[in-house]
């Protein structure tokens, strides 16, 4: 028998308490203009630990019809990662797609391999936190100044601005787990809230949050 408040459900009950204690803790941040105690360690060891699941599960799933060759080019670019001169378009849209998933840990040796269940559960969770950003309920809304809203925050419309905005996730949460100053008009640290907030509600135990 489960516990209660559990949803029988492991790995949704831990994305469920990744998302809960880290809008908890941005909460303070906005608050009190810092971090509580042990919250650094919250964000390094486990938000931004789920955020590179949803990195490498973006990139393990990327497929050919998801992109242009000129945009799976910049994504790979972005990853650092070099790239053979192929011979023909058809080489180069492989070239690039196996860069992507050798990047994320399903190329080479493994390619044939499923992606595993825990990143493929983190990016669909993300996509989908993403997309319903923009029609969010201000009833629901609970960034902690200006509008309640997230209307205007466009969910990604290609495969490199869903990179873009898991980047910026990361990226904005490695600043704040080093103590970095935060602009609370920041149009980026609000969309990094909306995650939270959104997602949270996305989870057995968000959907009793009403």
Known sequence: MTELGSSGFADLDRVGDVFRRTR????????????????????????????????????ANLRTAESDLGELRALVLLGGLGLPEPRNEPEARAALIE????????????????????????VEHARLVFALMPTTPSEAVRFPQGRR????????????????????????LWRVATGGAVDRGDAGYRRVYGFFDVGERLTPRGFRLD
Do not use: C, W
């Open 24 to 59: 908890a803790l941005l909460d303070a941040l906005f608050a009190m203009g810092g971090l509580p105690d042990g919250a650094s360690d919250v964000l390094a060891n486990e938000t931004l630990p789920h955020i590179e699941d949803v990195e490498r599960g973006f990139r």
């Open 99 to 122: 860069a992507m998933q050798a990047r994320a840990g399903a190329g080479g040796e493994r390619r044939i391999s499923a992606v595993p269940a825990q990143l493929s559960a983190a």
């Open 149 to 172: 809203t997230y209307a205007d925050i466009s969910a990604p419309r290609s495969a490199a601005e869903l990179a873009g905005r898991i980047e910026e996730l990361e990226r904005k």
